[in-house]
C-alpha cells in the first residue's frame, strides 16, 4: 500500500478550531470532508434529528400510515415479515413493537435461507397465510417478489412492501411500496436501508392515530440495522445512528440489547463507535439467520426481560460461535484446494468448491483467501439446484468486470467491483473457473496503483493528538463518511510486545503524550525495538480498555523513522 497525504492548511485549520471550541487536528479532518462553515461544522459534530429530511414527499408513505392505523383501531391481524439479515430482523422488530405498543395485534415471522431462501418466497407465502392475516408488511424484502404478492392480492389481503433493494419495472401489486429508490419517490435521501424506513412508517402511523408515542427508543435497532447493511452513514443516517449509538449503551436499552452487550463484553459505560457495533454486535445478530434460524434473533430484539433476552443471547452466541467453526474450517478447506490447484502463488484468480461448503460464510471465505494469495477469488458451495458462490477481488481490482465476462457460465451475478455473488449454470463449475483466470489475467494491468489518503502527521504545527472525545463527535464513520486516517511521524517505542496470536501491541510517546498501539497481525512482521523511533499509519480510537479518555491507534502500516510512506 502507498500512502498519500491530503493538502493541509495549518493557519486555517487553527482558526476554524478556535472559533468551533475544537483542536486544529480536528478542524482539519472536518475542512477534508467539505465541511467548512460554521453551521455545517457545528451540525456535523452535534448532528440532530430535528435535522432529518422530511418524510412528507416519500411515495405511499401516507396510505401505509393510514393503514396500519385502521389496523391497529379495528383489531386487524398484521403479519410482518422480514428478511434473515440484521437489516430485516431490525426493521420487523421495530414495525411489530411499535404497532403491538400502539394496540394491534401483531405477529412476525423471520424468512429462512434454507427453507424458502432470501426474500419473500412461496414457503414465506404459505406460512404468513396459515396466520390468517388481514394486513401483510414485508421489511426489507418485496421488491421484485411480484407472483407471491399478487397472490396475496387476489385472496383479497393488503400488502405493505418496506424494502430499498432495486426497483424493477413491473408495478408491485400491493397497497403500499415504501422504497426510497421508486422512481416517483420523492423523499430526498436515497440511503435509508429498512430499518431507517420502518422508523419513518412508524411515525406516519403515530401522526395518524394522534397519540403520543416516544420513537427514539428504537433508535438504537435503526442504528445496527443503518450499520449491518453498510448503508452510507451521511445525512439522515448520520443523524439517525449517532443517536441510536447513544441508545445502545444505554443504562435502559431494550433486554436484548443489554444481553448482547454483556455476552460482546461491551462495558454500558464506554462509548461505543460504528467500528465497534460492526465488529462486535451485528455480526452475532447475523449468525442465526445465515444458519437458517432467524427468527430467534427477531425474538431476542423483541425479549420483554433481562432474563429472557439473556438465554436467548447465549442460545445467538452458540451460533455465532458455531458461525465462526465453520467458517473457519471452510476457509482452511479452500486453502488446501487452492495450493492443490494453483499452487503456492496463483497467477490470476482462483476459485474453490467443494459440496460441503456452507453457503452462509462463502463471502468471508472469499476474502480469506485474497488475503492470504494476494489474488482475486471465488468460493462456491455446489448444492442443488444451482451453485451459488461468492467473489472478492484485491485493492483497485474491477473485480464485477471480470465477472461479468464469465456471463455465459453463469446464471445470475450481482454486485459491485470489491465483491459480488454468482451462481453458477449447471456443470459449469471448470468453464467458470478458466474463464475467471482468463479475464483476472486479462484485467490485471487494470488494476489502479491504489493510494489510499492520509488526513495529517500529527505531532508537526497546530496538530496535535485527537481527543477521545473529539473522535467520539466524528461517529458514525465508515462509508460515506470516512474514518480519518492519522500519521505518526515521530513515535517514540517505550514498550513493544507480542499479543494474542501474532497481534502487536505497542505503548508509544508523542512528545508529553502517551498511547497505546494495536497491529492486527503484524507481530510477525517484527517487533520494534524499544527506545527505537517509528513511524506509523492508522486510525485513532478510544481505548476501551484503559478508558478515561485515553485514545488507542490501530496501526494499519509501520515504517522506520524518515521512511518514505508513499512508497513501497
Ligand atoms: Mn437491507
Given at each position: ?92 422488530a ?19 435461507r ?80 429498512s ?7 412508524v ?60 455476552i ?38 423483541r ?42 502463488h ?84 471448470a ?8 479475464a483476472?489475467?486479462?484485467l ?18 497546530p ?43 505497542l505503548?508509544?510517546?508523542?512528545g ?57
Amino acid at each position: 500500500m502507498r500512502y498519500r497525504h491530503r493538502s493541509c492548511d495549518p493557519a486555517a485549520a487553527a482558526e476554524f478550531g478556535r472559533v468551533l471550541g475544537v483542536s486544529a487536528t480536528l478542524a482539519q479532518v472536518l475542512l477534508h470532508r467539505g465541511v467548512t462553515e460554521l453551521a455545517a461544522a457545528k451540525d456535523y459534530l452535534a448532528p440532530t434529528l430535528a435535522g432529518l429530511s422530511s418524510p412528507q414527499p416519500m411515495a405511499d408513505r401516507q396510505r401505509a400510515g393510514e393503514r396500519l392505523a385502521q389496523a391497529v383501531r379495528e383489531k386487524h391481524h398484521v403479519v410482518i415479515f422480514g428478511d434473515y439479515d440484521v437489516d430485516g430482523t431490525t426493521s420487523a422488530a421495530i414495525l411489530a413493537d411499535a404497532l403491538t405498543s400502539l394496540g394491534a395485534r401483531v405477529s412476525a415471522r423471520i424468512a429462512n435461507r434454507f427453507a424458502g431462501g432470501y426474500g419473500f418466497s412461496d414457503i414465506a407465502l404459505a406460512e404468513v397465510r396459515r396466520l390468517e392475516p388481514d394486513l401483510v408488511v414485508t421489511c426489507d424484502c418485496g421488491s421484485s417478489d411480484h407472483p407471491r404478492l399478487r397472490a396475496l392480492r387476489e385472496a383479497g389481503i393488503d400488502t405493505i412492501v418496506v424494502d430499498h433493494h432495486l426497483v424493477p419495472d413491473e408495478a408491485l401489486p400491493v397497497l403500499a411500496f415504501l422504497n426510497p429508490h421508486r422512481p416517483e419517490c420523492e423523499f430526498a435521501f436515497k440511503g435509508l436501508c429498512s430499518a431507517g424506513l420502518v422508523f419513518l412508517l412508524v411515525a406516519a402511523v403515530r401522526t395518524e392515530l394522534g397519540v403520543d408515542f416516544d420513537l427514539r427508543p428504537f433508535l438504537d435497532l435503526v442504528a445496527l440495522g443503518t450499520i449491518a447493511d453498510l448503508a452510507p452513514l451521511n445525512d439522515d443516517n448520520r443523524r439517525l445512528v449517532r443517536a441510536g449509538l447513544r441508545r445502545l449503551i444505554a443504562e435502559d436499552a431494550r433486554p436484548g440489547i443489554v444481553a448482547l452487550r454483556e455476552i460482546a463484553k461491551i462495558k454500558g459505560d464506554t462509548e461505543v463507535g460504528a467500528t465497534d457495533v460492526a465488529f462486535r454486535l451485528t455480526p452475532r445478530l447475523n449468525a442465526p439467520g445465515r444458519l437458517g434460524f432467524g427468527q430467534l434473533t427477531l425474538d431476542l430484539l423483541r425479549a420483554k426481560t433481562l432474563g429472557e433476552a439473556r438465554v436467548m443471547a447465549a442460545e445467538v452466541e452458540g451460533h455465532n460461535q458455531q458461525r465462526r467453526d465453520i467458517q473457519q474450517s471452510l476457509t482452511e478447506a479452500a486453502i488446501e484446494q487452492i495450493i492443490a490447484h494453483y499452487g503456492e502463488h496463483p497467477p490470476h484468480g482462483v476459485v474453490a468448491a467443494h459440496q460441503d461448503f456452507h453457503p452462509g460464510v462463502v463471502g468471508i471465505a472469499a476474502a480469506r483467501l485474497v488475503e492470504r494469495f494476494g489474488v482475486p477469488a471465488v468460493v462456491v458451495a455446489l448444492q442443488e439446484p444451482h451453485d451459488h458462490g461468492s467473489a472478492r477481488g484485491t485493492a483497485g481490482f474491477p473485480l464485477h468486470d471480470a465477472i461479468s465476462s464469465c456471463a455465459s457460465t453463469l446464471v445470475r451475478f450481482g454486485g459491485h467491483q470489491a465483491a459480488c455473488g454468482v451462481t453458477l449454470a449447471p456443470a459449469a463449475l471448470a468453464d467458470f473457473r478458466s474463464s475467471f483466470a482468463e479475464a483476472t489475467t486479462r484485467l490485471r494491468e487494470q488494476v489502479q496503483a491504489v493510494q489510499r489518503e492520509v488526513d495529517l502527521s500529527l505531532g508537526i504545527g497546530p496538530f496535535g493528538l485527537p481527543t477521545a472525545h473529539e473522535l467520539s463527535m466524528l461517529e458514525p464513520v465508515g462509508i460515506g463518511n470516512n474514518e480519518p486516517l492519522f500519521h505518526l511521524p515521530h513515535a517514540l517505542v517505550e514498550d513493544a510486545s507480542e499479543v494474542g496470536q501474532g497481534h502487536l501491541k505497542l505503548r508509544l510517546r508523542m512528545g508529553t503524550s502517551r498511547l497505546s498501539a494495536f497491529g492486527y497481525q503484524l507481530a510477525q512482521r517484527g517487533i520494534p525495538s524499544r527506545g527505537s523511533t517509528i513511524q506509523l499509519i492508522g486510525h485513532l480510537r478510544p481505548d476501551t480498555y484503559r478508558g478515561g479518555g485515553a485514545i488507542e491507534m490501530r496501526i494499519e502500516a509501520l515504517y522506520p523513522e524518515g521512511a518514505d510512506i508513499a512508497a513501497e
